[in-house]
Each structure stands twice: as C-alpha cells, then as structure tokens.
C-alpha cells in the first residue's frame, strides 16, 4: 500500500532530510520503528512525520453524553481511531477520572448509590447486585458497609475505586436467575436480585450460620422478612438451588422470623 498526499514542510536545498506529513500510516520499505520522544519514523535520508487522529475533547463529550460511565471500548466505538494516550491526556487534564475496572466518568459527575449499582454491573459482566448490597437496599440490615456486593457466574473478584470497593461473589452460572431490572433515571438502569434471591444468596455463602442465635446477630429487619414464611417465589428458588445446607439454614432462617 502507498501512503497519503504528501506535503513538504522542509528541504532546503536538499542539504537536509525533507520533513512530509502524512494523515495515515502506511507500510512502507525502509521504514525503522517508531521513535517515541518525537513520533518521527526514521528512513535513509527521510525524516517522516505521522499526523495522529486526535477527538477533541468537547467534540467526545457531546457524543457521550448518553454514557455515564465508558471503557476505552466505548470511546473506540465512536471513534475508531482513538488512542488509549489520548484518554490518559485527558486524565491528567482533569476531564474525566478513572473509577474502577477500566472504566471512566466525566469529571464532575455525581455519584449516588443508583449509579454504582450501574457500574457494578458494566466493571464485572455478567454480574446483578446481591447480597449485602440487595438487603440493604430491601432495608433488611441497616447498611451495606463492605461497599457493593454482586453475585457473578465468573470467579470471585474485586475492584477498588476512590468511592467504594466493588465485590463479586462466585455463582454457579445455573444460579444466574431471580433478578430484575430496575431503571431510576434515563441513563442508569442496573440488575439487582430480588428480596428472596438476595436472602438465598447471602444464606448460600455464609456457611457459618449455624443457629438461630447467629441470626440474632445479624441485626436483620424481621418485620421485613416476615413475608418469606408462606412465599411461594422463596421456596421455588430454595428448590432450584438443591442444597442441602442451605436447606438447614433456611430452616434456622423460619424458626428465627416465628420466635
């Protein structure tokens, strides 16, 4: 292939190498690699200059206005051309700040619990909130304190953001199930595991329960889970599950909500 339409910068009387832009690279015979202090490829008596596609960053933002959060892959969506340095420019700049799992958002973007639930499921896929997060969120125990907890069918893993540690807990991908989609605003919208799946889950991973005075210490809204005892939904799923110790904690779970 043959480059672009050259243009000459410089070559006075031919005394030193002629300087030529091009809009593309293009291979080209006698080309060395590339130099990284001043992005100049080097030939016998020819110095040739790259013009680098570069998005502007206001041009980026109008375009991403409907992304409240975006990988590299996103922007690379929009533009094809873009450069993993560019991003890093715009970091230093203080355009946009790097949250968790390669993920980014625009500088000046808040951050409430709905949007985390929503980056929660984007950083790990495929991945729906559970656990403490989800009976946090059904107002069964008091707070979430260990930051957001999800259930995914790939393998236990966490990720660290300057607003909150993103846990993920390992499920057997036939235990992918019992979640719904919620949708508080326009651009956020997130999985989070019902009440019965959120109580299933955390009871299947917390084999140290083992009687009725460990649920005392739990701190658990009783008032709240009362509805499980005749659910219909809560014992399909204990079904699904088929496992055996979880059956005896459900059990200990029933005789703690009837004292």
């Known amino acids: 292939m043959a480059f672009l339409q050259e243009t000459i910068v410089s070559n006075p009387q031919n005394q030193k190498p002629k300087i030529v832009f091009f809009t593309e690279l ?12 001043n992005k ?18 206001r041009d980026f933002q109008i375009l991403a206005k409907n992304l409240p959060a975006f990988n590299l ?5 929009l533009d094809p051309g873009f450069h993993r340095q560019q991003l890093n420019d715009w970091c230093k700049r203080g355009y946009v700040q790097p949250i968790a799992g390669g993920y980014y958002l625009f500088t000046g973007t808040e951050i409430d619990e709905t949007f985390l639930f929503m980056l929660a499921n984007r950083i790990y896929e495929p991945s729906y909130i559970s656990r403490e997060s989800a009976l946090a969120y059904y107002h069964i125990i008091p ?8 259930a995914s069918s790939r393998k236990t ?3 660290d953001s300057q607003w909150v540690r993103f846990l993920y807990y390992s499920i057997k991908p036939t235990l992918m199930f019992g979640y719904h989609v919620v949708t508080p605003g326009k651009l956020i919208q997130y999985k989070i595991a019902t009440l019965e799946k959120a109580v299933l889950d955390y009871l299947y991973w917390n084999s140290n329960i083992q009687s009725v005075e460990e649920f005392e210490g739990l701190r658990w809204n009783r008032e709240e889970l009362l509805g499980l005892i005749d659910n219909q939904l809560f014992k399909q799923y204990l079904v699904i599950f088929a496992h055996k110790a979880l059956n005896h ?5 029933m005789e703690y909500l009837h004292a």
């Open 26 to 37: 293009y291979p080209r015979h006698g080309l060395t690699e590339l130099n990284e202090n």
């Open 143 to 150: 707070e979430s304190v260990l930051g957001v907890t999800s």
């Open 40 to 57: 100049i490829f080097l030939n016998v008596n020819t110095y040739i200059v790259i013009k680098k596609h570069t998005m502007k960053f």
């Open 157 to 159: 893993k966490q990720f």
């Open 249 to 253: 904690r459900v059990n200990l779970l």
């Open 73 to 77: 892959n996103d922007i690379r969506k």
